[in-house]
Structure formats: structure tokens, C-alpha cells
């Protein structure tokens, strides 16, 4: 199972990228999770300035912005 972490406050930017992560994750028929960390301190943790950020198994792949479904798809696999 993926664990997925989304970084970030709530903004629209947030959820997009949570759209993009599930979506890209669902394309590849994939068992996942996703669970969204809005906590400062908790995104700092991870060593992220600029938010929103995709944490992948404890990995950050990205951040600052939103990439592509394909993108993703690309970081999932």
C-alpha cells in the first residue's frame, strides 16, 4: 500500500494536489492511502518551505507546486 502525504494549509493549491495524487493513483490501480498534514510544525518536519508538497512512502517528491497526473504517475510507481 502507497502512503500518501499531502503538505500543506487547505489552500486550493492542497486540494488539487490531493485530486492529482488520488487520481494518478487510481489510474494505476494502485492500494492507497492518503492523509493530509496541515500542521506547520509537521510540515517542517519533513524539511518543506513552500507548500503544497507530495510525500510519497516518507519521501517528499515534490513541492511548491502541482504537477500533472502523469507527473505523479511517474512518482508512484
Same mark, same amino acid.
Given at each position: 500500500m502507497k502512503d500518501l502525504k499531502i503538505l500543506g494549509t487547505g489552500c486550493a493549491k492542497c486540494q488539487k494536489l490531493t485530486e492529482t495524487a488520488e487520481a494518478a493513483?487510481?489510474? @494505476?490501480? @494502485?492500494d492507497y492511502e492518503v492523509e493530509k498534514v496541515?500542521?506547520?510544525d509537521d510540515i517542517m518536519a519533513f524539511g518543506v518551505m513552500v507548500t503544497p508538497a507530495l510525500v510519497v512512502d516518507g519521501e517528499v517528491k515534490v513541492s511548491g507546486k502541482v504537477p500533472s497526473v502523469e507527473d505523479v504517475k511517474a512518482m508512484l510507481v
Open positions: 493513483a487510481k489510474e @494505476l490501480g @494502485l496541515t500542521r506547520i
